[in-house]
């Protein structure tokens, strides 16, 4: 399993990005973040993303895969800085 750079939801199927930093053009399920798309297309940084998407209530892309007790601060302890 691979970590959302963005929301730090740890359970991508697929890394976000490549060895050589190729985005796989991979969506997050939590933060619905897609490598390729919203930082090279949008110019967004990981950061400016995470921003928006909480502003927006920090909605879960695909909700069947949140947990229970689901908190957004802890998650965020998982993206390495
Ligand atoms: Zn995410």
Redesign the pocket.
């Known amino acids: 399993m691979f970590i ?6 740890d359970k ?1 199927e697929w890394p976000q990005y490549l060895e050589d930093d190729e985005p796989n053009f991979v969506i ?6 897609q490598s390729g798309y919203d930082d090279l297309d949008q110019g967004l940084t990981f950061d400016e993303y995470l921003d928006k ?1 909480i502003k927006r209530g920090a909605i879960w892309v695909d909700e069947s895969k949140k947990p229970k007790k689901w908190s957004l601060e802890k998650q965020l302890k998982n993206i390495k800085k």
Do not use: K
């Not at 959302?4 to 939801?9: I, K, M, Q, S």
């Open positions: 959302c750079n963005v929301c730090g939801f991508l997050c399920d939590c933060c619905g973040f998407w």
